[in-house]
């Protein structure tokens, strides 16, 4: 905090200083300080109609034409080493990133979104095994696949169950396996660096293909979490980038100065479907704790089939059954998977 003061009190006394006879301008001052911490402080204040020592940096530093009276903080942007895990909106703000979301043409680009590739029609069709259920005979994995459904649909289903869930529905529609070079890996540990420090990302479910390389992130969130997961799917989409081209390193590979890291969000049996361009300029931005040197900002394109909202109890907890236990639902959601699977 001593630090911070330093910085914004020596530019408030400018500010207030230069006197209330100025026009707006802003004066964007940023800082490090140590601990892995960077902030950016907007002040406005009024420029005097002749320029002096101060000139060149307000000018650099305009961010608004119009009167706005006594010098003031409009904006504190605190960026600080934080782990994947502890990612929220303000790190977004922080680094120039925003989501769009897109409907399903315009994501998958595709009107008619494909069929699920299943060969067993009663995962598609099949009614969700709850306790004592009466069954007829099926097969281990279709029972599997529809009793682990039950379980992630219901309110209080753990992280865990939903990470099992999502494994069972990779392998069901051929994200991964032999032909396709990919396995799924839990929990990976990832690291990448954050305002000059080491932080770890560790994603709920990755794809590793035969080269080592990341090619999938998923992040999974319990409705009842008050977290938005898509931040810290976007903080593991640049650790999994970091990684890519440390391997490529290693590999003698030119590296790469952009990459689409594909990445879903599962909120309990909910998905959100993701496209995140990562840059080395951004990674060099989260590592030094400052804006991208970019002036375009990193734009991330989602798509959801069906609203969710978090710790919205009573809402959600019919909304997941009906999704899934809706035969019209089910077949949407399935077929977004197999439209997503098209990007890998």
């Not at 479910?205 to 898509?230: H, V, Y």
């Not at 440390?246 to 909910?270: F, K, N, P, W, Y």
């Amino acid at each position: 905090m001593a630090c911070l003061l330093a910085l914004v009190a020596p530019a408030l006394f400018l500010a207030r200083t230069l006197g209330p006879s100025w026009f707006a301008t802003g004066l964007v001052v940023v800082g490090r300080v140590k601990g892995g911490c960077s902030y950016d402080v907007c002040i406005y204040c009024k420029p005097r109609p002749k320029w002096n020592t101060y000139d060149s940096l307000l000018d650099s530093s305009v961010r608004l034409q119009s009167h706005l009276g006594p010098p003031q903080i409009l904006y504190f942007l605190i960026r600080s080493s934080k782990s994947a895990s502890s990612w929220t909106d303000n790190e977004l703000q922080c680094y120039r990133i925003t989501i769009a979301h897109q409907g399903s043409a315009a994501f998958f680009g595709q009107v008619n979104l494909p069929q699920p590739q299943i060969n067993d029609n009663d995962i598609l069709t099949g009614a969700l095994i709850g306790p004592n259920a009466v069954l007829e005979d099926m097969d281990d994995d279709t029972y599997s696949f529809l009793r682990t459904m039950h379980l992630a649909t219901r309110l209080d289903a753990e992280e865990s169950i939903v990470d099992q869930l999502s494994c069972q529905l990779f392998r069901t529609l051929g994200f991964v396996g032999f032909a396709q070079r990919r396995v799924i890996m839990q929990r990976k540990i990832l690291h990448f660096q954050v305002c000059a420090m080491e932080r770890a990302a560790i994603p709920n479910i990755c794809f590793i293909d035969g080269n080592d390389i990341i090619r999938l992130i998923q992040e999974n969130k319990r409705l009842t979490s008050s977290m938005d997961p898509a931040p810290q799917l976007i903080a593991q989409a640049i650790a999994a980038f970091s990684h890519n081209n440390s391997v490529r390193d290693e590999q003698h590979l030119a590296l790469l100065q952009s990459e689409v890291i594909l990445g879903i969000t599962m909120v309990r049996t909910t998905p959100t479907f993701y496209k995140i361009r990562v840059s080395r300029d951004l990674v060099d931005a989260v590592r030094d704790g400052t804006y991208p040197q970019s002036a375009h900002a990193t734009t991330v394109f989602a798509h959801r089939p069906f609203e969710v909202v978090l710790n919205n109890n009573a809402n959600n907890d019919a909304l997941a059954a009906v999704h899934w236990e809706n035969l019209d639902d089910r077949l949407g959601i399935l077929s977004c998977f197999e439209a997503f699977k098209a990007f890998l």
